[in-house]
């Protein structure tokens, strides 16, 4: 099974700020990853796929990046409706796993 | 409207039986992949298991911790998906999600997504 690590677990972030999340598998995943915000109390909302390829309606400050084991999810300027946690998954070989999340939290 | 109902879920003791649905509206149920997806109080997601579509002969897939012990059907005619968990254990208490899945083809593989989800329904295994 490939692990999924994100780090940091709790990033905090000033509103319009930048923000930087990491996501590593321990093997190889290609570019067969997505990424997905999840807000308390609510279903995950589908943010990215194929590493950096946005979901219909996500804004731009959205974008991901990375192959092979390294990604990364970044928020240009974060807004007041950014803070949650963000998921990383893996689907290489069509057997997927999630990151255990990055909670963005306001500074 | 695009949406996906699940329903079914309650409490449940160790070892017994529950099925849940999960109804489609607003799309082409038949042409879409689908997937299960459960979250353990204050924990993380875990992919549980996929139906494919018609187009891919229904084939199913699981993970490790539910192989064997859960099982995916669907039945297109009622714009539905199911998810028949067998011998449940305490830890398989969760909400369980269902979502629909786009796939396609890359210049390198294929992309894949769970890009609607439903509002999840509530699994409890205790005694």
């Known amino acids: 099974e490939i692990v999924m690590t994100q780090s940091p677990a709790t990033l905090s972030v000033s509103p319009g700020e930048r923000a930087t999340l990491s996501c590593r598998a321990s093997q190889s995943v290609s570019s067969n990853l997505a990424w997905y915000q999840q807000k308390p109390g609510q279903a995950p909302r589908f943010l990215i796929y194929d590493a950096s390829t946005r979901a219909t309606g996500i804004p731009a400050r959205f974008s991901g990046s990375g192959s092979g084991t390294e990604f990364t999810l970044t928020i240009s300027s974060l807004q007041s409706e950014d803070f949650a946690v963000y998921y990383c998954q893996q689907y290489n070989k069509w057997l997927a796993t999630f990151g255990p999340g990055t909670k963005v939290v306001i500074k | 409207e695009v949406q996906l109902v699940e329903s079914g879920g309650g409490l449940v003791q160790p070892g017994r039986s529950l099925r849940l649905s999960c109804a489609a509206s607003?799309?082409?149920?038949?042409?879409?992949?689908m997937d299960w997806v459960r979250q353990a109080p204050g924990k993380g997601l875990e992919w549980v298991g996929r139906?494919?579509?018609?187009?891919?002969?229904?084939?199913?897939e699981y993970a490790a911790s539910v192989k064997g012990r859960f099982s995916i059907s669907r039945d297109d005619s009622k714009n539905s998906m199911y998810l028949q968990m067998k011998s449940l254990k305490i830890e398989d208490t969760a909400v369980y999600y269902c979502?629909?899945?786009?796939?396609?083809?890359?210049?390198?593989?294929?992309?894949?997504?769970?890009?609607?989800w439903g509002q999840g329904t509530t699994v409890i295994v205790s005694s």
């Open positions: 607003g799309f082409s149920f038949s042409d879409y992949y």
């Open positions: 139906s494919r579509n018609k187009a891919n002969t229904y084939t199913t």
């Open positions: 979502a629909r899945v786009i796939v396609g083809a890359t210049r390198d593989g294929y992309y894949y997504g769970m890009d609607v």
